[in-house]
């Protein structure tokens, strides 16, 4: 996400495990969950051998990307208020239907999804342009719509009355109908009584405080320029992101000047990368316009800074959307700048660029801010207000609006259903992280967090056959909007038992960057093979040592027995395989990828392969590999047998092929089944919506399990290969360079 040119190698995560041999393996993988894009995650994490199971608000088309976090919420310290998570009163509304209830604990199970309307240039067109046919076909059965409009709009009943008629004309409203409900007075939200000290509670007092208290303050930037001997003046756009931290947010430099900062604009000509480059103009106390490309945004804006610029504008590249201008390695994304930037579209770069080109006088950038209120939120079946998140997505038109927006009340149910699926009060709950004295720790990255968890003796594990993993990653504060953009890979490890040589840390990525709210994630490992002689053992919490993100974890390990209609063999033991590496021309010849031989035991009833592939990285390379390319992962699997230090194999060899179809979509990652099925988080900030090879953000990786029996035999040895294919065959990547990167650009 740094926009370099050379972006990071691109890595299939990859483990394998042979659920065959005696010995334990003395590292196991614990936790697999994609990588998600600024939110977090309640993940529970569920043995193989249990029955199979089933397992964010900004518009994209806002005309530039600055250093200000996406939301930076209007509240007291670090909470907004009211806090997202937290349990609203009951209140009536009066609607088309009669009397309507929000808030509070529904028994009936009923959520509600609130949109209120009000002038905005942007945002209004939710409601006139948004496709509605998308509602009937993801709106959950148990969720209701509240539409609403602002007192502040200036045709409130007009705007009501449109979205109706546009409701009744849709497909699939006749399905919905009764579930729509349109609130008769207009919404009064200028007054909340915890902003307004003076302002009396009214019966909306909750709503009109998350509309305020959850708003965002964004710059504005406005041009202004001499011509025909007058002054003119035109908003060209407004800015919203984030950097990060990693540079000066552009609304502290305008708080600085008592809420507005003019500087003249001028020009680079060309793209800032190289400090040694002279610009044509003097940049001292001025916002310079660069264009995108070749090199980092950080190192546009050090370079700028270095030449005495007040402030960068960044020019985006043609037919690209904008995002948030973020940092990483091999950047110093610590070393704050002490300038700020924005990114800002292709269109407008150039129309500044066409003001200053004219001459006959300055043009001048006034950096300032203005509030905006959130108008989409929901109440879950719980009564607690929640966050809905980026809508629509990073590059998605907002034409498909509506589709998120009814994802987001899908993950509700999905959090239901899991949470009733894990409410066992027969089931012992060892605490990894959290309030046994790691919960008051933030995780960054770096050597990351160790726990020692005392298990009890094997006897009463004995009587324990299914393992889950609950996982809570909770970003910096309560409100989502405080996590990262972009993915952060988050690894639980199990080391072994404390006091033994540990063996190779191999763990799951358990999460990245993911949206904040408590999330529930189910997924099936063979972890619970490894524990099961209780004792001490160890488990490291981490992240990339370049990784900026914090989260607040906390981490159970639940064992439990399953139903009597889950039962199956138990395996004895599992033996790590392969790992991953660079998926390039020479990702087959690794060492970890060389073939392995096995003993089985004469007593194996069956043999089963547990593997998950999840390709990452992208951009480097003309097919996109290996994270948005249909890759082929191939087992071979043969009987062996040794002889004076010998190996002779078998003349049959049976071959097991698992392909990530999903790389590739665009809308991949995005579907109603993938939401409620495999815990997919919606809404996030970043381009979540793309599948991916093997993965999508915020989801459950499940593992790829094969029986493999017939292929081999008791008491002999087995031999089994691995390789990595695109198309069938050894992957031979074409390189491409510069903004033809992640975009099918030419190879040299």
């Known amino acids: ?379 879950d079946s719980k009564g607690r207000l929640r966050e809905i998140g980026r809508i629509p997505p990073v590059g998605v038109s907002r034409l498909h609006a509506w589709h998120f927006i009814a994802l987001e009340a899908v993950y509700w149910e999905y959090q239901r259903r899991r949470q009733e699926a894990h409410d066992d009060p027969e089931a012992l709950r060892v605490s990894l992280y959290g309030s046994s004295g790691s919960e008051a720790k933030q995780l960054g990255g770096g050597a990351g967090l160790t726990s020692l968890v005392v298990l009890p003796p094997a006897s009463e594990l004995a009587g324990y056959d299914k393992m889950t993993l609950h996982a809570k990653l909770d970003c910096p504060s309560t409100a989502e909007k405080s996590c990262g953009a972009w993915d952060y890979e988050v690894r639980l490890m199990h080391c072994g038992r404390h006091g033994q040589a540990e063996g190779r840390k191999d763990g799951g990525a358990m999460g990245d960057g993911l949206r904040a709210a408590r999330r529930v994630v189910e997924r099936r490992n063979g972890t619970v093979a490894a524990i099961r002689k209780g004792g001490v053992h160890k488990f490291v919490l981490s992240q990339p040592e370049w990784s900026q993100q914090r989260y607040r974890p906390t981490v159970t390990l639940v064992l439990s027995r399953r139903a009597k209609d889950e039962k199956e063999a138990v395996p004895a033991t599992s033996t790590f395989l392969f790992d991953g590496g660079a998926f390039d021309a020479g990702y087959n010849k690794l060492p970890s990828h060389a073939p392995l031989r096995i003993s089985l035991p004469h007593d194996t009833v069956k043999v089963e392969i547990h593997s998950m592939v999840s390709g990452h990285g992208w951009g480097s390379t003309e097919e996109n590999c290996a994270e948005f390319c249909v890759s082929q992962h191939r087992f071979g699997v043969r009987p062996a047998l040794q002889v004076d230090d010998q190996t002779y194999v078998g003349p049959h060899e049976g071959f097991y092929t698992q392909t990530l179809s999903g790389a590739g979509d665009d809308m991949g990652c995005s579907s109603k089944d993938g939401v409620l099925l495999k815990g997919v988080t919606p809404n996030q900030y970043g381009t979540w919506q793309y599948g991916r090879a093997g993965w999508c953000p915020g989801g459950d990786v499940r593992p790829w399990v094969v029986d493999v029996t017939d292929s081999v035999r008791p008491g002999m040895d087995v031999v089994v290969s691995y390789e990595g294919m695109f198309n069938g065959s050894d992957y031979k990547p074409s390189k491409c360079h510069g903004d033809a990167c992640g975009k099918g650009g030419t190879s040299p």
Request: aromatic fraction near 6%; hydrophobic fraction near 35%.
């Open 1 to 379: 996400g740094s926009d370099a040119s050379s972006k990071a190698k691109e890595r299939p995560y990859f483990t394998s495990m042979f659920l065959l041999d005696r010995s334990l393996a003395q590292t196991s993988p614990v936790g697999t969950v994609a990588p998600g894009q600024s939110k977090s995650m309640l993940a529970s994490l569920v043995d193989p051998f249990s029955s199979p199971s089933h397992r964010r608000g900004s518009f994209s088309d806002m005309l530039v990307s600055s250093s200000l976090p996406v939301h930076q919420l209007r509240a007291f310290g670090n909470t907004p208020q009211p806090p997202p998570l937290s349990v609203v009163s009951p209140v009536d509304l009066e609607t088309d239907h009669g009397s309507l209830t929000v808030g509070g604990e529904q028994s009936d199970g009923k959520s509600f999804l609130i949109s209120i309307y009000y002038d905005d240039p942007q945002r209004s067109k939710l409601w006139t342009e948004g496709w509605l046919d998308h509602l009937p076909k993801t709106l959950p059965e148990s969720t209701h719509l509240v539409l609403a409009a602002a007192d502040s709009a200036k045709d409130p009943e007009g705007a009501m009355l449109a979205m109706r008629h546009r409701l009744e004309g849709s497909e699939g409203y006749e399905q919905i109908k009764e579930r729509v409900h349109f609130v008769k007075e207009p919404i009064k939200l200028a007054c909340s009584a915890d902003i307004f000290p003076n302002c009396p509670e009214g019966k909306q007092g909750w709503l009109s405080q998350a509309v305020n208290g959850w708003g965002t303050i964004n710059p504005m930037l406005t041009a202004s320029w001499g011509q025909g001997g007058e002054a003119e003046t035109k908003v060209m756009h407004e800015a919203v992101g984030d950097s990060g931290g990693w540079m000066k947010p552009m609304t502290q430099e305008a708080k600085e000047n008592k809420g507005k900062l003019d500087l003249e604009l001028v020009l680079w000509g060309g793209k800032a990368c190289d400090i040694s480059e002279h610009p044509g103009n003097d940049l001292k106390g001025k916002v310079v316009l660069v264009e995108r490309g070749t090199c980092t945004f950080y190192t546009k804006i050090k370079n700028a800074a270095a030449k005495g610029a007040k402030a960068v504008l960044v020019q985006n590249s043609k037919d690209r959307a904008l995002h948030r201008m973020s940092c990483g390695a091999p950047d110093d994304c610590s070393a704050r700048l002490g300038i700020s930037g924005a990114l800002v579209s292709y269109k407008t770069g150039t129309k500044l660029a066409e003001l200053v080109g004219k001459g006959g006088g300055k043009v001048v950038v006034s950096l300032s801010t203005a509030l905006q209120g959130e108008y989409l939120m929901g109440i």
